[in-house]
């Protein structure tokens, strides 16, 4: 499968390429990786600084602070989707989680209903997503509001990973992400917000066990031309 691949807010490409190398290296040879930087100027993420030199350049993808930023965000997304695509999935960080979350939900509001095939991305992993917000309701007014799967229901009908650490302070976040999703894997690993690396083999096969599933699923629907729906909440334990 051919992955778009989204970095968290304060880092690069660089430094998504080897937070992701030990996964990248364990699903094997089969998949290809395509790494898209943020455009807005940024700090240096904190969970890295003693990894990365401080003085070279780090990005977002938007200020979490600006709706015609998200917006702007948004909308370069599915330009680079469509011009530099196709790609089977995503496999996105923290930020780049919720840019990718947003994204899969706009685009099925302007799809057909339950119709798989029209979906530009057939899977996604979330790694440590940050929070996910109704983008209508922000675009339109400013005003924030998490989505809740009581309120909005299950938005995501293709298949989803998460993958997220148990002593992540933002764990809560990824928790209401798998639940807004009809196709969800779960994986909680040991660490913190972080992506799953050379310091706990145990993480990373259980990530990766994780990310194969979604891949077989995803897989699976394309090959028999399924649209993707299904009934109740399917959230499950990474095997």
Known sequence: MHFL???????????FEVQTAALRYELGDNHS?????????WQLAPEVSSMFNPKDSY??????????????AL?????????????????????GAALA???????SKQSKPGNHNEMPIKCVVFLSSTALYDYELYFEKGQLRVLDADIDSELIQIPTVHIWGEQDNLRKDSERLSRLCA????????????????GSNANVTGAVNAIRRGIREA?????????????????????
Do not use: W
Request: glycine letters at 12%; hydrophobic letters at 35%.
């Open 5 to 15: 691949c989204l970095h968290g807010i304060g880092t690069s490409n660089q430094v």
């Open 33 to 41: 990786y395509e790494f898209v930087e943020g455009t807005v100027p």
């Open 59 to 72: 990005h977002a993808y938007f200020d979490p602070e600006s709706a015609p930023s998200a917006q702007q």
């Open 75 to 95: 909308d370069q997304l599915d330009d680079y989707v469509h011009t530099e695509g196709p790609f089977d999935g995503i496999i996105a960080f923290s930020q």
């Open 101 to 107: 979350a947003t994204y899969i939900i706009r685009k």
């Open 183 to 198: 196709q969800a894997t779960v994986f909680v690993h040991g660490g913190a917000h972080e992506v799953p690396g050379l």
């Open 219 to 239: 897989q699976d629907l394309m090959s028999r031309g399924l649209d993707g729906r299904v009934e109740g909440n399917g959230v499950d334990a990474a095997e």
